[in-house]
């Protein structure tokens, strides 16, 4: 288990990028906002989160609106589905916070973000909602593989249609996240299939730890699921730690592991499990015991494993019924 290295990113022309005019004024602007965003939410924390649900969306659409102004159009979007779960019967105050918190941090790393490393201010801005535009990447260069797709799942945000799919570089043995965007029920610039292996160029987005991005010169399904080559596994747990401290952004890690790994006898299950997992935890031991083939891909975060999917090398199975 691999990916990518940051050294495909020359921080010199990524410094002349991010110093342009343009971008600077853009910049400041975001940090603005979130200076904004940051005095509301401790006033909001001062005064206690059970007031929102007397004040409805009103407090949490204005500073939404405020943060869309300043260019910060991802963490308005995230506040505004934090909003839409005032009307549920089920609203956690302790998710609330959980959820204001990760904004919270988002916007005081975007406040200071002078003292991160460069390639660190660069996707804390993506996340924030700076988009980069594909000609402003022509310098970063492709890597061309043969990419299995270990799991595609569509969700919404709000009117947006989102696919978010993993990858795993065959040859390279590294992992690509592609994350497309559709209005509604528009199509997606490149549908993709779990378990079918896609041949072409892939570009990361800067970043410490390169892993999201973007076909480029074609992606096209290619060769069949069949014959596969399988993943390297090399303490996981191990060097996601490590990576970690270089990215504390990142939450969510892509991992790919034997089904062996969740042999009650290991330990490993138990290291892995959260309340929420337990069942789909459980349901891997039987799956892995008819087949000892099979290989479990999922995200680690540190609450836990989320196994996506299982797979073999004739077929892939996505677990999302069991894990919702």
Known sequence: MAFAHQGIFPEKILLELLSQPGKKERIKLMKSGAEEFLNWVKDLFNKGLPQLLNTGHFELEKIAARLVDTKNSTLARELRMIGADLDTLNWSEKKCADQLLRLY??????????????????????ICGMSWRKKELEWIPPLSDQWLCL??????????RVSQSWFYGIKSSVFFEYNQYAFRFAPFDHPVQGGKVYTGNVKYYPSVVPLQGFPSDGFLAG????????????????????????????MNWPMI???????KSSG?????????????????????????????????SPSGFLPKSLFNERD???LQKWTE
């Not at 592991?257 to 042999?263: H, I, K, M, R």
């Open 223 to 250: 060769a069949s699921a069949s014959g596969k080559e399988k993943p390297k596994f090399s303490n996981p747990i191990e060097t996601i730690k490590k990576l970690r401290a270089q990215h504390p952004l990142r």
């Open 268 to 300: 490993f299950l138990q290291k892995l499990s959260g309340n929420q997992k337990n069942n789909a935890l459980k349901l891997l031991l039987n799956f892995s015991s008819l087949d000892p083939e099979l290989r479990v891909f999922g995200l680690w």
């Open 151 to 160: 799991h595609e799942e569509e969700n919404w945000r709000e009117n947006l």
């Open 105 to 126: 941090f988002l916007a005081k790393a975007l406040k200071n973000m002078d003292g991160l490393p460069l390639l660190l201010q660069s996707e804390l801005l993506q």
């Open 316 to 318: 892939t199975v996505p």
């Open 257 to 263: 592991l034997p089904s062996a790994a969740f042999d």
